[in-house]
């Protein structure tokens, strides 16, 4: 029963599997999808805002009555430096005017914001909350565990597993190098692979651990269970999906992508992330002018980015991806999660059989 792990048991699922928060990517039908079919489907809400997030959580509720989670970005510092604004304004101007926009400002990101998404989710009796980009304190955490919601955050390296168990939450979602999008890990470091990452992370702390990075199908899942996590996180997979916010040539980017397609950098928002190399990324990353830190280089080119996805230009597009872009498929969220269940007790059977 590879299924019953003490992450499916303690979230009150059938199976361990997550669809990532892929902020700006997921869609309350893509999250109600997975959450029927026995899996946590994840409101990816880091770009949100207080209306929009509760809008999504209504909608949810209308959908299923399964758990769901909501993901967050941890607020993090740092320094406005205007002469460095100025210079990737400048630098991105060209970008500007191909699509007649105005040149962007960055914006001011109080804590409060945060703040108030946290309090809303409370109101709202969330019953997951999985964290990105950091942690919050002790006294949030025990606040949210008061309420009956189980905490989740996100880890990149065996040290900052560690810290998440030691600041309390229920579980840690250990991302791998592999990974898609935004590097959840909240400390500069050399980046792991998944199937290095998991077994140490697993020793190292008692609490459940969700493999991320790279799983794409029944393989990956059957492999990390193996390697002794509770559950798997998927992102990529599901971004391909009918359900997926994601723009149609994003998708489809990512069908006809190879592996050495992706690659890893911080034009886009200042934090590292990973996607498909194209246009944009290798004219900024060619430049002298650094990246404004996260959140302030995101500001500068959303407008340019939500412009590209418009006008289907891939050139100029974000287009997030894991290092296994070959086995993305096109279907439904409800298939592809049928699909990856069935092949998991098949690859079961075959062993036991084996075996006999």
């Known amino acids: 029963m590879w299924q019953e792990t003490r992450f499916s048991k303690h979230i009150g699922i059938q199976y361990p599997i997550v669809q990532a928060g892929m902020a700006g990517s997921t869609t309350p039908e893509l999250v109600a999808a997975v959450s029927n079919e026995g899996g946590l489907g994840t409101i990816g809400a880091g770009y949100m805002t207080l209306d929009i997030l509760r809008q999504e959580i209504e909608t949810v509720r209308n959908l299923t009555n399964k758990p769901f989670a909501v993901n967050l970005f941890v607020p993090e510092t740092f320094e406005e430096n205007t002469e460095d604004v100025k210079k990737v304004q400048e630098q991105l101007q060209p970008y500007y005017d191909q699509y007649n926009l ?22 709202m009796k969330v019953p997951v909350i999985s964290f990105t980009f950091g942690i919050p304190d002790k006294t949030t955490v025990n606040q949210l565990k008061a309420q009956g919601i189980i905490t989740i955050a996100t880890a990149g390296s065996v040290e900052e597993a560690t810290e998440i168990e030691h600041n309390g939450f229920d579980m840690v979602v250990a991302q791998g190098h592999e990974a898609g999008g935004h590097k959840g890990s909240y400390k500069e470091a050399r980046g792991i692979g998944t199937m290095a990452l998991i077994p140490q992370v697993v020793d190292n702390v008692s609490i459940p651990v969700i493999a991320a990075g790279g799983i794409m199908d029944a393989r990956g899942v059957l492999a990390a269970i193996t390697l002794g996590a509770s559950g798997v996180q998927m992102g990529t997979a599901f971004l391909t999906t009918n359900e997926s916010k994601a723009p149609s040539v994003h998708k489809e980017a990512i069908i006809h992508a190879q592996p050495r397609d992706t690659t890893i950098t911080k034009v886009f928002s200042g934090k590292s992330a990973r996607g498909i190399e194209n246009k944009i990324i290798r004219d900024l990353e060619s430049s002298d002018i650094a990246p404004l830190p996260y959140p302030l280089q995101n500001d ?18 974000h287009m997030w991806c894991g290092q296994a872009p070959m086995l993305a498929k096109k279907m439904n969220a409800q298939a592809l999660f049928r699909d990856i269940v069935s092949h998991v007790d098949n690859m079961i059977l075959d062993l036991t059989a084996s075996k006999s």
């Open 102 to 123: 105005d040149t962007a400002n960055v914006q001011s990101h109080p804590e409060s914001e945060f703040i108030n998404k946290l309090q809303l989710l409370m109101n």
């Open 300 to 317: 500068l080119t959303t407008s340019i980015r939500k412009s590209a996805a418009s006008a289907g230009d891939t050139d100029y597009l």
